[in-house]
């Protein structure tokens, strides 16, 4: 079993930046590739990164790329996401997920992969 916990959420300002914070606590946590996700008001839950168990392979929607960057700790068992120059559509509930599944980084773009969800932080952006 694996427990996610994400924080770091809250109401900020276009153009600002944000990281969020999922800590992860159970087996051998170094060994999950994890996602992030993101579902807005109204909107289905899209995918937002992934990372590798390594962390040396990542991958972003097509739309992140460029103001997401996501990143992990093993030592500190957390997988973090960093958005820069943050737009009011960015306002979403972010989770993130996680596997032992061995994967293509192309695959862990899917929901379906992965075995373990955190409740979600909020981020809400004014303009």
């Known amino acids: 079993q694996v427990q996610l916990v994400e924080s770091g959420g809250g109401l900020m300002q276009a153009g600002g930046s944000l990281r969020l914070s999922c800590a992860a606590s159970g087996r051998t946590v170094s060994n999950i590739a994890v996602g992030w996700f993101r579902q807005a008001p109204g909107k289905e839950r899209e995918f937002v990164a992934t990372?590798?168990?390594?962390?040396?392979?990542?991958a972003y929607a097509d739309s992140m790329k460029g103001r997401f960057t996501i990143s992990r700790d093993n030592a500190k068992n957390t997988v973090y996401l960093q958005i820069d120059s943050l737009k009011p559509e960015d306002t979403a509930v972010y989770s993130c997920?996680?596997?032992?599944?061995?994967?293509?980084?192309?695959?862990?773009?899917?929901?379906?992969?992965?075995?373990?969800w955190g409740q979600g932080t909020q981020v809400t952006v004014s303009s």
């Open positions: 990372i590798s168990r390594s962390g040396d392979s990542t």
């Open positions: 997920a996680a596997t032992y599944k061995i994967r293509t980084i192309a695959t862990m773009k899917t929901q379906q992969v992965y075995d373990y």
